[in-house]
């Protein structure tokens, strides 16, 4: 079965640090990893997306890497804000016909200001 | 632009009672899925649909049934309502640009 983990499942900074949300998937045969962030009560808002063919993702103060022989992926935020506090989400879809995302359960992130 | 909505919001049901839950997007996405997210876990896929007039089971299928008689809507129905089934429910759907766009979801309780 094909899991995706993510640690911590909880991280709180203060505001300005630079920070590392981690992902790990069990099966290599990755087609994409998507991250997400869910504020509380709300749908969810797609931030990246890395196709497995590239290593790394970059919109703003994010960026997100790929590493398909470790099963890893990494979240890196720079100088996180308050507004950056919400749950992250990774997923990915694995390869072969159109089946949906498998989730990792979330890191909860709050940014102290 | 409204992307992904979802009917209705919220919704409290009595144990064996039926309801269905609609999902409609304005992108001209040919998959559509549907997500049950629990506390503790992970969104799982329930069913998708590839296409107008098809659907497939996803991860945790049991006790519901879909169709997409449009393609721009994919309905979710719960034909006997269990308590097991309480959950917030997501709708996604996806074009060519491989990106999964989520609706608001459906709070659904049932007692």
């Known amino acids: 079965k094909q899991e995706v983990t993510q640690i911590p499942a909880a991280l709180s900074v203060p505001e300005g640090e630079n920070l590392v949300l981690n992902c790990s998937f069990t099966d290599s045969a990755i087609y994409n990893l998507q991250w997400f962030r869910q504020d509380p009560g709300k749908g969810l808002t797609s931030l990246l997306l890395?196709?497995?063919?590239?290593r790394e993702q970059t919109s703003g103060r994010l960026n997100a890497s790929l590493d398909k022989s470790s099963g890893r992926s990494t979240l890196y935020i720079a100088a996180s804000q308050p507004g950056d506090s919400a749950t992250y989400l990774c997923a990915r879809r694995g390869r072969g016909g159109a089946d949906g995302l498998t989730f990792g359960k979330g890191t909860h992130l709050i940014i102290q200001p | 632009n409204a992307g992904v909505t979802q009917t209705p919001k919220f919704r409290v049901l009595k144990t064996g009672q039926s309801m269905t839950l609609l999902c409609a997007q304005d992108?001209?996405?040919?998959?559509m899925y549907w997500y049950r997210q629990d506390p503790g876990m992970g969104l799982r896929l329930i069913h998708y649909?590839?296409?107008?007039?098809?659907?497939a089971k996803g991860e945790v299928p049991d006790g519901y049934n879909v169709s997409r008689l449009k393609k721009q809507n994919f309905l979710l129905g719960l034909e006997s309502a269990a308590p097991s089934q309480t959950s917030v429910y997501f709708c996604?759907?996806?074009?060519?640009?491989?990106?999964?766009?989520f609706g608001p979801g459906t709070r659904l309780t049932v007692t």
């Open positions: 992108m001209n996405h040919e998959y």
């Open positions: 996604a759907s996806k074009g060519s640009s491989y990106e999964q766009y």
């Open positions: 890395i196709q497995s063919s590239q």
């Open positions: 649909s590839v296409g107008e007039g098809t659907t």
